[in-house]
């Protein structure tokens, strides 16, 4: 069975920094991409960053490029989303999401499995 577990959500101060996990099960991970998307209350769900499996690349929303770092831990069938110099425009549920391949897709439908989500709150 197919599961994505996010954490590490939370509320920090403008300027300061988190770190999302995102925990797989095995199957999804080989042979998949991991992305994370985000979506604020009254606004559709925008791509956020995303990490191919099979050899780590990555690919990034131009928002947040610079500021976010998008890894993979192997082992532990983890895909993190270091964010830093958070701005309140980043407050959103984050999620993350699995796809079969190896080409990364910044829509969401491109996305087969999901995860509950994490709220992230960046006050001012």
């Known amino acids: 069975q197919v599961q994505l577990v996010e954490s590490g959500g939370g509320l920090v101060q403008a300027g300061g920094s988190l770190r999302l996990s995102c925990a797989a099960s095995?199957?999804?991970?080989?042979?998949?991409?991991v992305g994370w998307f985000r979506q604020a209350p009254g606004k559709e769900r925008e791509f956020v960053a995303a990490i191919t499996w099979s050899d780590g690349a990555t690919d990034y929303a131009d928002s947040v490029k610079g500021r976010f770092t998008i890894s993979k831990d192997n082992a532990k069938n983890t895909v993190y989303l270091q964010m830093s110099n958070l701005k309140p425009e980043d407050t959103a549920d984050y999620y993350c999401?699995?796809?079969?391949?190896?080409?990364?897709?910044?829509?969401?439908?491109?996305?087969?499995?999901w995860g509950h989500g994490t709220q992230v709150i960046v006050s001012t």
């Open positions: 095995v199957r999804t991970t080989r042979s998949n991409v």
């Open positions: 999401a699995a796809r079969p391949g190896y080409t990364i897709a910044k829509s969401h439908q491109g996305y087969n499995y």
